[in-house]
């Protein structure tokens, strides 16, 4: 056997610790958050906003190899404050899931506001189809008034279904830390 120096030692593992740490961090990038908007849906205030999956070839590749993957989006409303805490008014928990089916070949969805999943060999279609618009209810529109600043805060993750929280999926994103986490902030007055 030959013998490897301490100082190699130290040296091979920093590269091999750099390299999964970027690596982390770029796989950390495979989920896209479009910006929000808020409208009036029938006296509700509804946040509208959408999300893409970057790299739609590795995600097949799990989901045909029996992962089943939740897509988790937090949407909270915040009156700001200026001297103390920011109130938090509202807040609304998107959850999808995603898997293969092997004996129709398709991708399935579901969403919580339909009772039968979405069905679809073609996974590209399916993610636009489910994700691209995502409406969430988040009350009365009585609930802004004129002239207050207010904050909407998006925050999206994807996990394997039945993962503890802050637990990603390891081969999907590399980490088991909350990389792949996305946030979006809207501040805005009414």
Request: charged share 20%; glycine share 8%.
């Amino acid at each position: 056997m030959k013998y490897i120096a301490p100082k190699r030692i130290g040296t091979l593992l920093g590269v091999v610790l750099a390299v999964i740490i970027f690596t982390g961090i770029a796989s950390a990038q495979s989920l896209s958050l479009m910006a929000p908007s808020l409208a009036n849906v029938n006296g509700r205030l509804t946040a509208r906003f959408g999300v893409t999956v970057e790299e739609k070839p590795v995600l097949k590749g799990e989901l045909e190899d029996g992962a089943v993957l939740m897509l988790k989006c937090s949407v909270k409303l915040f009156e700001e404050n200026t001297y103390w805490l920011d109130s938090e008014l509202s807040s609304v928990l998107f959850k999808s899931v995603l898997e293969y089916d092997s004996l129709t070949r398709e991708f399935v969805m579901t969403l919580p506001d339909r009772e039968t999943p979405l069905r679809n060999k073609d996974l590209g279609q399916l993610l636009e189809q489910g994700w691209s618009v995502i409406e969430a209810s988040l009350g009365s529109w009585a609930l802004l008034d004129r002239g207050t600043k207010y904050s909407l805060r998006l925050h999206t993750t994807m996990t394997e279904e039945g993962a503890p929280e802050g637990v990603m999926r390891y081969v999907y994103f590399w980490s088991w830390d909350a990389g792949a986490d996305n946030s979006f902030q809207l501040d805005f007055t009414y």
